[in-house]
């Protein structure tokens, strides 16, 4: 049920979006209050992981397979960002 109500909201949101696509005003202010719900939500997700003494005993372990899984996904996304504007965005006058 839940994925439903996210991918209605995400549906909503692109038709809103649409709408206002022209409004300048508009476009800052949406991109100004999710750069600020970004902020929240990894403030929140901070607290929730300083409250988990799990995590906290384990961090050690834990960070170097984080550190791991994240330096794999940024490396993979720069390669895969890379293959798709070398292959459909590149023009033959850059090189």
Avoid: C, P
């Amino acid at each position: 049920m839940t994925s439903y109500i996210v991918i209605a909201l995400f549906a909503t949101g692109i038709a809103i979006g649409w709408l206002f696509r022209d409004k300048d005003k508009t476009r800052k202010g949406v991109d100004t209050a999710v750069t600020w719900s970004v902020y929240l939500l990894l403030f929140l997700l901070g607290i929730s992981v300083g409250i988990n003494k799990e995590i906290v005993n384990n961090f050690s372990r834990i960070g170097y397979q984080a550190f791991w899984l994240t330096f794999g996904a940024v490396a993979g996304s720069v390669l895969i960002a890379w293959l798709v504007y070398h292959f459909f965005f590149k023009t033959d006058n850059e090189e």
